[in-house]
C-alpha cells in the first residue's frame, strides 16, 4: 500500500447527513441495507463519489431508487455523474461476520454479534466515507433470532423493538448525535446487565448499563462505581455532562484493543471492565477504573469533538489520557498516592514510548505519514501526547487550562478538528501565559519526533550566595528529521540543601522570592539562570513531577541524589534518586567496570526508605523495585539482553539477602490488609509485602533454605484475594522454588473457568526470569496447551507479549531460537489477525542496537517475515521501517 500523507488532506466531495442502516444478522451472511442522505460539496462540483469497502459483496446500487452505473476501483465504489442537489443513495452489501478472525468491522465473539469500527472498520460493514471528518445522524434496525440474540444494541436511544415472527425480533435505535463512522457500534448476543440510574447536576436522569455474560455479572460492580464517578469528575472539574439518556457498556472477550469510546455504546475488552476480588488484582482495579474513564471522557473529547483527519488522533487520545490520569490522581486522593500514580505513569513512558521514540518506528505526536494507521495507536501517540497536553496544562495553570477546554468546546463542539485548533484555543483563552507567548515554538512538541535531551550544570559561589544553574537542550535525529528546533520545555525546580532544607528561590533580578519551588522554561538552547541570597550550596531538584517528558542529565553524584533521596519534598525526585542510584550501580555491573557489590551506603538508604514511618507503603515499593531490564538496556548503545539480565538478577539477590531481616520485618507488617478493598492505602500495603514476600523466596531459593517458599505457598492457598494469591504463586515462579510447578497446577485447576485468570497463569509462566532456557521452552510448549489459541488477542498476548515484549533474557537467545519462534508466530498470526500480528511484530524494533550474535540473527528472522507472500499492511510497515 502507498504511504499515506498529512499534507495531502483535502476535505470530501461529498457529505452523508444521514445514515438509516438495516442489519439482518447471521454469522453466515448478513445483509446490510444503507440509505444515505448525500449532499455535494459546492467547493468540489464534478468530482465522482468514492466510498471506501473491504471485504465485502455488493448487491445493489440505487441513487433515488433507480439503479445506476458504478465502478469499483482499488476497493472503492465509485459513481460518476452525480446530481449537484442531495440525493438518496441505497447500498446493498453482505458480510460473513462469523469469519471475521482480524476483529476489524463486524464480528462474533462466543456466540455473539459484535463491531470495532476505529480506524477503519466501518469500511468492512458498507460502504461509505470512511474518514472522521463525515458526520451523520443515524438510524440503526437489527433483526436476529430472539433466543440466541436477546439484546440487541446501537448508539442513542432505543426507539422501537418487537416480534418479526416466532424466531426473529428486532430493535431500532436512533442516536440524535452526528458522528464520523468510526464511533458506529452494534451488539447482538446473549447476555445480562447490571443496571444504574443517576441523576447529573444538571437535573438529569440517566440509565447506565454494563452488559456481560451470565457468570460475570458479579464482576461489574467496580466498573459501575468507575463509571459513576467518571461522570460527577467531569462535571466538577470541565463543566461536562452526560449528553445521552442512556450509556451502555459491553464486555466482550476478543478485541484488539482495551476498549473502545462508540457513542453511547462503548464496547470493552473484558479485561478492561470486569473485576471482583476473587479473580482481579490491585492493578487490575485500577486498569478499570482508569479505561472506564478514559472512555467515558471521550465522549466530549473525542466524540463530541472529534478528529479531522487520523494524523490528528493525539488531538482526541492525548487528551483523554491526560483526562484520565488526572482523574485517576484525583481519585486516589493523598498527595502521596497522587505521587505513586504518577510515578507508575512515568514509568510506563519511559518503558514504552522513550524506546519507541530513539527506534525504527519515532513519530511525531501529530504524524506526518502512514501505511497502516492501526499501527499508530501508539505510546507516543497516546502517553507522550498527554504529557504535550500536561505540558500546557502546567504552562496555564489549572484554571487556565479549565478556561482553554471551554474555550474549545465553544468553537469546536460537533465539529472535526486538528491540534493546532486545540492548542490554539488553550492558548487564547491565556493569552498572557508563556504558552501563548511561544505558541508556534511549543507545537514543535506535535511535529518533531525524538526524546529531548536536557543537561544541567549548576554552580555555587559561596562569597555571592548565587546558584547558577546552565540548563541546554538538545535531540537526536529521528527518521526523516535530521535536525531539531529547540522545544519549549517547563522544568519545575527547587533547591534543597544537604541538611535537607527546601530552599527558598530568589531568581536574580526578581523583586521576591517566589516560594520553594518554580517552573523553569527552557525554550533557547542554551539558558542560564541564577538564584540569589542562597545560604549554602544546594543540591538542585530539577524537572519536579516529571514536568517535561525528555531525558535529564544533570551529573549529581552520589552525595547529591542520597541528599534528594532522602529530603526533597517532591516525592516523584526522591523515587527518581533512588533510580538513579541503583540505575548506576546496575550500569557498572553491566559494563564489568565497577565493583559487582552493592556498596553499604546504597543499601543503607534503601533500608532507610524501606523503615520509613512516614512513608506509604506504595512508595516503598516503587523505591525498593530495582529499574527494568528494558529501561537499562535504553542507556546504552550496544544491548546485550543477557548481560543485563545477569546484572540485575544479580543485584536484585544483593538486595534480598543483605536487606533480609527488613523484608521479614516489611512482610510482617504489610501482609494482613484484612478485608479486601482495591484503594491506595492497602493495595499499597500489598504490593510491598508481595514484594517482600519475593525477596525472601529469592533468598530462600539460593540457600535451599524452604522457610520462605513454604510460607508463600500456603499464602498462595489462603490468599482471600487474587493480588496476594498471584503475588504469592509469583513468588514461587519467579525464584523457580520447587514448588511453584504444583502451584501452577492448583491455580489452573482452581480458575480454569475465569478466561481473564487463566491469561495470567500464561503470562506468569512466560515472563518467569530465565534461567538455563527452561522459560522458553515452558513457553513453547504452553503454544500446545489446550487453553491457549490465536484467536483470541488476550490470550495470544498474555503468552507472546509476555515472551517477547516483556522477557529480554528468555526472547533473546544467543542460538536465535527466539527470533525464529517469533518470526514463525508474526507470519502465522498475520493470517489471522493483522493488527495483532503488527503489535508482536515491534519486539524487534530494536535489533540494530543488539550486540552479536543477536544482531544479525534478529535480521534475519525479519528478513523472513519480509519474505511472507501476502504480507499485510500492517505488517509489513513495521519491518520496512525496522530495515531501513
Ligand atoms: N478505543 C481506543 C481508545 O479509547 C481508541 N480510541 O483509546
Ligand atoms: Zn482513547
Not at 233 to 241: A, M, N, P
Not at 564 to 588: G, S
Request: aromatic share 8%; glycine share 6%.
Amino acid at each position: 500500500a502507498p504511504l499515506i500523507r498529512r499534507e495531502d488532506y483535502t476535505a470530501p466531495a461529498f457529505w452523508i447527513r444521514t445514515v438509516d442502516l438495516t442489519f439482518d444478522l447471521d454469522p453466515a451472511k448478513t445483509l446490510v441495507i444503507n440509505k444515505m442522505a448525500v449532499e455535494r460539496n459546492p467547493d468540489q462540483p464534478g468530482a465522482s463519489l468514492r466510498l471506501d469497502g473491504e471485504d465485502i459483496n455488493l448487491t445493489r446500487v440505487l441513487v433515488d431508487g433507480e439503479p445506476v452505473s458504478f465502478r469499483v476501483e482499488n476497493q472503492q465504489l465509485v459513481l460518476d455523474n452525480l446530481p449537484d442537489q442531495p440525493f438518496a443513495l441505497e447500498i446493498r452489501t453482505t458480510c460473513a461476520p462469523g469469519k471475521n478472525t482480524q476483529l476489524s468491522g463486524l464480528y462474533t465473539s462466543g456466540g455473539g454479534f459484535f463491531t470495532q469500527c476505529e480506524a477503519l472498520g466501518f469500511r468492512r460493514i458498507t460502504y461509505f466515507l470512511d474518514r472522521p471528518d463525515v458526520m451523520s445522524v443515524y438510524k440503526v434496525t437489527l433483526k436476529a433470532d430472539k433466543l440466541k440474540y436477546p439484546v440487541l444494541l446501537s448508539n442513542g436511544n432505543l426507539v422501537e423493538q418487537g416480534a418479526i415472527d416466532a424466531d426473529r425480533h428486532y430493535a431500532v435505535w436512533e442516536d440524535p448525535h452526528p458522528k464520523p463512522c468510526y464511533l458506529f457500534a452494534l451488539v447482538a448476543a446473549d447476555l445480562v446487565s447490571r443496571e444504574q440510574r443517576v441523576r447529573t447536576r444538571l437535573g438529569k436522569e440517566h440509565l447506565l448499563q454494563i452488559f456481560v455474560r451470565a457468570g460475570d455479572l458479579d464482576k461489574t460492580e467496580h466498573a459501575m462505581q468507575s463509571l459513576m464517578a467518571s461522570i460527577s469528575w467531569d462535571e466538577i472539574r470541565f463543566g461536562l455532562s452526560l449528553d445521552l439518556e442512556r450509556f451502555m457498556i459491553v464486555a466482550v472477550s476478543d478485541f484488539n484493543m482495551g476498549a473502545m469510546e462508540n457513542k453511547g455504546l462503548n464496547i470493552f475488552n473484558t479485561k478492561f471492565v470486569l473485576a471482583n476480588p476473587a479473580t482481579a488484582t490491585d492493578v487490575d482495579f485500577g486498569n478499570v477504573e482508569s479505561v472506564v474513564a478514559h472512555e467515558y471522557f471521550h465522549n466530549w473529547t473525542g466524540n463530541r469533538v472529534t478528529c479531522r483527519d487520523w494524523f490528528q488522533l493525539s488531538l482526541k487520545e492525548g487528551l483523554t489520557v491526560f483526562r484520565d490520569q488526572q482523574f485517576s490522581q484525583d481519585m486516589a486522593g493523598s498527595a502521596s498516592a497522587r505521587a505513586v500514580k504518577r510515578i507508575e505513569d512515568v514509568r510506563t513512558l519511559r518503558q514504552l514510548q522513550f524506546p519507541e521514540d530513539a527506534g525504527p518506528m519515532a513519530h511525531p505526536v501529530r504524524p506526518d505519514s502512514y501505511m497502516a494507521i492501526d499501527n499508530f495507536y501508539t505510546a507516543t501517540v497516546y502517553e507522550k501526547g498527554a504529557e504535550v497536553v500536561r505540558m500546557m496544562h502546567t504552562l496555564v495553570g489549572e484554571a487556565g487550562f479549565a478556561e482553554g477546554m471551554k474555550l474549545y468546546f465553544q468553537r469546536h463542539d460537533g465539529h472535526a478538528v486538528t491540534c493546532d485548533d486545540f492548542a490554539q484555543a488553550i492558548a487564547d483563552a491565556n493569552p498572557e501565559s508563556e504558552l501563548t507567548k511561544r505558541l508556534d515554538q511549543f507545537k514543535h512538541w506535535y511535529t518533531q519526533a525524538g526524546t529531548p535531551r536536557v543537561q544541567a550544570r549548576g554552580s555555587y559561589s559561596a562569597e555571592h550566595k548565587t546558584y547558577t544553574l546552565h540548563l541546554s537542550q538538545n535531540c537526536a535525529p529521528t527518521a526523516g528529521q535530521p535536525a531539531k528546533l529547540p522545544f519549549v520545555i517547563p522544568v519545575a525546580m527547587g533547591l534543597v540543601a544537604h541538611d535537607g532544607r527546601n530552599l527558598n528561590l530568589h531568581l536574580e533580578g526578581e523583586a521576591l522570592p517566589i516560594g520553594t519551588d518554580t517552573v523553569l522554561v527552557l525554550s533557547e538552547p542554551e539558558q542560564t539562570f541564577t538564584f540569589v541570597h542562597v545560604p549554602v550550596e544546594p543540591v538542585p531538584s530539577l524537572l519536579r513531577g516529571f514536568s517535561a517528558p525528555v531525558v535529564l542529565q544533570a551529573e549529581l553524584g552520589d552525595d547529591a541524589l542520597f541528599t534528594l533521596l532522602t529530603h526533597d519534598k517532591d516525592p516523584f525526585n526522591r523515587w527518581e534518586a533512588a533510580q538513579r542510584l541503583a540505575l548506576r550501580r546496575l550500569l557498572q555491573a553491566v559494563s564489568g567496570h565497577g565493583p559487582a557489590e552493592l556498596d553499604p551506603r546504597f543499601i543503607q538508604a534503601l533500608r532507610g526508605v524501606l523503615r520509613n514511618a512516614e512513608l506509604d507503603a506504595a512508595f516503598k515499593e516503587l523505591v525498593l523495585t530495582l529499574p527494568s531490564e528494558a529501561y537499562v538496556a535504553e542507556q546504552l548503545d550496544t544491548v546485550d539482553p543477557q548481560r543485563i539480565h545477569t546484572a540485575r538478577e544479580s543485584l536484585k539477590l544483593q538486595l534480598a539477602k543483605a536487606l533480609h531481616e527488613d523484608w521479614i520485618w516489611a512482610w510482617e507488617q504489610h501482609n494482613d490488609c484484612g478485608a479486601y478493598s482495591p484503594d491506595p492505602v492497602s493495595s499499597g500495603r500489598r504490593a510491598l509485602a508481595n514484594l517482600a514476600l519475593s525477596m525472601l523466596c529469592l533468598d530462600g531459593a539460593t540457600r535451599h533454605n524452604p522457610i520462605w517458599t513454604g510460607k508463600a505457598f500456603q499464602r498462595f492457598k489462603d490468599a482471600n484475594n487474587m493480588t496476594d494469591r498471584l503475588g504469592a504463586l509469583g513468588a514461587l515462579v519467579n525464584s523457580h522454588a520447587d514448588l511453584a510447578p504444583d502451584a501452577l497446577s492448583r491455580f489452573h485447576e482452581q480458575f480454569r473457568d475465569e478466561p481473564l485468570v487463566i491469561d495470567k497463569w500464561f503470562t506468569l509462566q512466560a515472563a518467569a526470569p530465565e534461567k538455563d532456557g527452561k522459560v522458553f521452552a515452558r513457553a513453547k510448549a504452553l503454544m500446545q496447551h489446550p487453553d491457549f489459541t490465536l484467536r483470541t488477542p488476550n490470550r495470544a498476548r498474555s503468552l507472546l507479549m509476555a515472551l517477547c515484549q516483556m522477557n529480554p533474557a528468555a526472547f533473546h537467545r544467543p542460538d536465535a531460537a527466539g527470533y525464529v519462534f517469533w518470526a514463525d508466530r508474526v507470519i502465522e498470526i498475520d493470517s489471522i489477525n493483522p493488527q495483532l500480528a503488527a503489535r508482536l511484530a515491534r519486539a524487534l524494533d530494536h535489533w540494530r542496537r543488539l550486540a552479536e550474535p543477536y544482531r544479525t540473527a534478529a535480521r534475519e528472522a525479519l528478513g523472513r517475515v519480509m519474505a511472507k507472500p501476502d504480507l499485510s499492511d500492517d505488517v509489513r510497515e513495521i519491518v520496512t521501517r525496522a530495515l531501513q
